[in-house]
């Protein structure tokens, strides 16, 4: 069966563009959203995040008549479940949002349909999926009952794009698919080979699965290096920039670059799924999640302790001091503040800052409701020539555009190395 009308459900960072990728194909897709503000969006051939190339393509792809977007699940050939699986609790992956996506499209599933979650969960999603569908559906065999010869293909198939790159890498980076069923996943890799220029790699649902949370569990254990490693320099009086370019040197290291912590909604969130549900093995994945933890309340005391010292030096009052926060999005380019040690940073400084804390963020245009009431967005020459303490929290490219000679201040927290 062929793929002529696609619904993507979710349209945030991967749901969008994945809709978008589809659409600029020419095949008709449907994409599905709770925010109505995001529907209407799109509806005007606009976009709601920042996403380079994305604007243009969701514009030309609304304008074409192949882009369409709704509150309501409509009936599709395949369905694309692309929502977000936070935590609760003690660090227990949350699953209601799949659930609930589940739920939404059980009601117009047909015979031949092909449902993907593309969610990062954990292992043991997939098959989970299946049986909410099966008890909302007993009209249609699924493939925990039918294997082949199920009426609804089902396979698990997670992005692993980078933001700021993901027009480019959904299109050329290989896919992980999943299915639950040789023909869940040949019929999966069809779908996606629509837009993929790169290979569709067959597995089955829960190794898929256990393969995303395995790459970003990879990555945070190697960010937790880099980042124990500054709290060392910074106790030996080293700079741990220069440490690392070193050490690089070696033809077989390569160290990442610390930072004031780990954000996003993968590399901070997903190694804590396989330590819940293998908490007595996944020893160095716990560890390294509590020294990436960590390092937002290490760059916390050093604001503090740089604080202390300009005010002893410059005799001005606490209430008089500016603190200038330069950046609050999880990586570098990018608008998105989730799970983003600067904003935990820079939501604490404002608390404890009895002076004014001023925010610098070229992604956004207004300061979200959690810091709106106690800092101030401005731009990067008001916060150079205002501010007393600078703390430098994401290398965007236009701090690192700064010119030496426009930073006067002496008093500054660096988490980044832009101005060592």
């Known amino acids: 069966m062929s793929f002529s009308t696609i619904s993507v459900i979710g349209l945030g960072y991967i749901g ?10 020419q095949k008709h897709v449907v994409g599905v959203d709770i925010s109505s503000r995001a529907v209407d969006t799109i509806n005007r051939g606009e976009i709601h995040i920042v996403e380079p190339e994305l604007g243009s393509v969701v ?53 031949g349909n092909l449902v993907i979650l593309e969610s990062t969960s954990p292992v043991g999603s997939t098959e989970q999926m299946a049986q909410w569908l099966a008890a909302l559906r007993p009209d249609l065999s699924f493939p925990q009952q039918a294997g082949d010869d199920a009426d609804i293909n089902i396979a698990y198939c997670p992005e692993r794009v980078l933001p700021g790159q993901v027009m ?18 040949a019929r999966a890799s069809e779908l996606y080979y629509i837009f993929l220029e790169g290979e569709c790699v067959v597995t089955n649902a829960r190794t898929a699965e256990m393969c995303k949370l395995t790459e970003n569990s990879f990555r945070d254990v ?13 106790d030996q009086e080293i ?32 190694p804590w799924f396989i330590v819940a549900q293998n908490p007595q093995q996944a020893r160095l994945i716990r560890t390294a999640r509590e020294v990436n933890d960590y390092k937002p309340h290490w760059v916390l005391d050093r604001v503090k302790a740089t604080v202390a010292d300009c005010l002893a030096a410059s005799g001005k009052r606490a209430s008089e001091l500016k603190i200038a926060c330069f ?9 998105d503040l989730r799970e983003s040690p600067a904003m935990e940073i820079t939501h604490q400084i404002a608390q404890w800052n009895s002076g004014e804390t001023l925010v610098v963020e070229p992604n956004i245009h207004q300061l979200p409701e959690s810091l709106a009431s106690h800092c101030k967005l401005i731009a990067i020459d008001e916060a150079l020539a205002q501010a007393d303490v600078l703390v430098m929290l994401v290398d965007h490219a236009p701090f690192k555009a700064i010119e ?3 930073v ?8 980044k190395g832009v101005w060592r």
């Open 239 to 270: 700079n741990v920039w220069e440490l690392i370019r070193l050490a690089n040197r070696h033809p077989r290291v390569n160290i990442l670059q610390p930072g004031p912590g780990v954000g996003g909604h993968c590399i901070a969130v997903d």
């Open 16 to 25: 969008l563009p994945t809709a978008a990728a589809f659409a600029s194909r």
């Open 404 to 406: 030496a000679s426009a």
């Open 327 to 335: 950046g609050l999005a999880f990586k570098p380019n990018i608008d």
């Open 222 to 234: 190697n960010i937790a290096f880099a980042n124990e490693l500054s709290l060392i320099c910074a």
């Open 59 to 111: 514009k030309a792809a609304v304008e074409g008549g192949f882009l369409r977007a709704t509150t309501q699940p409509e009936e599709a050939d395949a369905f694309l479940i692309a929502v977000p699986t936070p935590f609760k609790g003690e660090h227990e992956p949350d699953m209601k949002y799949v659930q609930a996506a589940a739920e939404s499209i059980a009601p117009v599933l047909r015979k």
């Open 168 to 185: 480019v890498e959904l299109i050329k980076n290989d896919r992980v698919v999943g299915g639950m069923t040789a023909v869940c996943s």
């Open 408 to 415: 006067q201040q002496t008093w500054i927290v660096d988490t």
